[in-house]
C-alpha cells in the first residue's frame, strides 16, 4: 500500500541520506523499511533557508507537490505554551503529572480544531 507521508527534520538533507539502508540493516526496525522507502523528505521552511541551494530545492516544501505552506515547524508551535505548565508539573507525584499533562495536551489539541 501506497503511503504518502512528508517527514520534515531540520538536518533531514543529511540524515535521510542512507535511512533506508539504516532501517533495513536493524532488526528491530527491519519491518519498517518498506514504509520509510515510501516516505519523502523535507527541511522545514524556517530552516531550508540556511541550507544550500541544491538542498532548497530538492527538500523545500515550497518546490514539492502536494505538501501546500507546510512550514514544518508545527511540533514546535506548541513548546512556548507546554513551558508555561511544566514548572506547575515538577513536584506533583508521576500519575497526577501525567493526568495535568495529558488534560492540557487534549485542550491545546482542542483549540487547535
Sequence with gaps: EKV????????ICQYGVNIVERFENN???????????QMRFAVPALHVQG?????IYAYSTAYM???AQFHGETAEVYWPELNQVSPQTRQMNPGHRHDVLINHHGDWNYKQM
Excluded: F, N
Aim: hydrophobic fraction near 35%; glycine fraction near 4%; aromatic fraction near 4%.
Design 27 to 37: 532488526e528491530d526496525r527491519k519491518h519498517l523499511a518498506h514504509i520509510v522507502r
Design 4 to 11: 504518502d507521508q512528508v517527514l520534515s527534520y531540520d538536518v
Design 51 to 55: 541550507h544550500q541551494e541544491g538542498c
Design 65 to 67: 507537490l502536494a505538501t
